[in-house]
């Protein structure tokens, strides 16, 4: 039987913490930052932990 491959797409966009929990970057960092404040895209920088409606999905393509 073959090994299970994790979701290379994911791989590079998520990280397990040590705790289990999952790892991410903010969304709408990327364009149009002119509009945005300095505050908002400061608050952009910072990384975050995934919410529980998606984790259980996110682990699973992680092979996790």
């Not at 290379?8 to 709408?28: E, I, L, P, Q």
């Not at 400061?42 to 992680?62: N, Q, W």
């Amino acid at each position: 039987m073959a090994k299970m491959k994790s979701h290379r797409g994911a791989m590079k966009r998520f990280k397990v913490t040590g705790s289990g929990k999952v790892a991410r970057h903010k969304a709408y960092k990327s364009h149009i930052l002119t509009k945005k404040t300095a505050k908002r895209k400061r608050g952009l920088r910072k990384g975050t932990v995934l919410g529980s409606a998606d984790h259980k999905r996110i682990k699973a393509v992680l092979n996790v």
